[in-house]
């Protein structure tokens, strides 16, 4: 049985990464609005694994007996002043999922909730590589920001993600 502290707390996530993909489908509209096909498409991919961090905490819910309470999402933002202010929001974004994580993982040791605590390990080392990716992409920016014809090569590059299925058992 799941205690009923990291249950809500579990509810409350989906409710983040739900939220969280939300965000980037706005930011891809964006995007697509500022002629930049590749950064929307890779922001949709980003999007898709929101869901699939939602879809983890879901199923644990699931296996465990606990009850999936799913919440109103929030509305996102809609306009950016620019690329950069963008992917610096996204950067944002991803450290505040990190704190609620980290949040999630200390609840889980006070409740001696160690199955929580197995499961928590894959997204701690999951925010780590969202960050870094993020950070990547802002020092890219940076250094194309006066290259002519830079920021079209980028996107170029930015438009080859592919979203990668979470192989089985991975996603719950
Ligand atoms: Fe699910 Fe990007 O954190």
Redo the contacts with the bound molecule.
């Keep these: 049985m799941i205690p009923s502290k990291i249950e809500n707390a579990f509810n409350e996530q989906i409710n983040?990464?739900t939220y969280?993909?939300y965000l980037?489908w706005s930011m891809s509209a964006a995007l697509e609005e500022m002629q930049l096909p590749g950064f929307a498409a890779w922001m949709r991919v980003?999007a898709q694994?929101?869901m699939?961090?939602?879809g983890k905490f879901y199923h644990h819910l699931v296996e465990r007996g606990g009850r999936v309470r799913l919440k109103a999402i929030a509305c996102p933002p809609e306009k950016w002043d620019s690329l950069l202010k963008m992917f610096e929001d996204v950067l944002k974004?991803?450290q505040m999922?990190?704190g609620l994580?980290h949040k999630l993982v200390g609840l889980a040791s006070e409740e001696k909730d160690y199955a929580a605590g197995v499961f928590l390990q894959w997204?701690i080392s999951?925010?780590v590589e969202?960050e870094a990716s993020v950070e990547t992409i802002l020092g890219k920016l940076k250094l194309t920001a006066d290259a002519k014809g830079g920021l079209y090569m980028l996107d170029k590059e930015m438009g080859k993600r592919v979203f990668t299925a979470p192989t089985k058992g991975d996603d719950e």
């Design positions: 983040a990464e969280s993909a980037y980003q694994e929101e699939t961090h939602a974004h991803e999922v990190t994580i997204f999951e925010q969202e």
